[in-house]
């Protein structure tokens, strides 16, 4: 069974800096992609950023140049982050963690796991 827990959600005021953290555990094979989305009240869940397996990384318009992801395989294994700096009010949502991974080696397909969320609010 896989699983993606996300830690490190919160208040923080305007301009603060907040850091993710998403560890996925179970019986996984390997990992392709991993990424955060985000979910605002009332609006539908968007792609914050994401990283491939080669340390490619893909952000939102409204993230880049403050938000940054990374991902550690090898001190702790299997875990993305995101490192959001100069934070404002619209960041405020649920954040989710997604991973596209296989569990054996015998798979064709990648699948698409997701974290429960933590929420962000930026708010003074």
């Known amino acids: 069974q896989v699983q993606l827990v996300e830690s490190g959600g919160g208040l923080v005021q305007p301009g603060g800096s907040l850091r993710l953290s998403c560890a996925a555990s179970?019986?996984?094979?390997?990992?392709?992609?991993m990424g955060w989305y985000r979910q605002a009240p009332g609006k539908e869940r968007e792609l914050v950023a994401t990283?491939?397996?080669?340390?490619?990384?893909?952000?939102a318009d409204s993230v880049k140049g403050r938000f940054t992801i990374s991902r550690d395989n090898v001190k702790v294994k299997n875990t993305v982050y995101l490192q959001m700096n100069s934070l404002k009010p619209e960041d405020t949502a649920v954040y989710y963690c997604?991973?596209?991974?296989?569990?054996?080696?015998?798979?064709?397909?990648?699948?698409?796991?997701w974290g429960q969320g933590t929420l962000v609010t930026v708010s003074s």
């Open positions: 179970g019986s996984i094979f390997d990992i392709n992609a």
């Open positions: 990283i491939g397996s080669g340390r490619i990384t893909n952000y």
């Open positions: 997604n991973a596209d991974l296989r569990v054996t080696p015998f798979q064709n397909k990648y699948l698409e796991f």
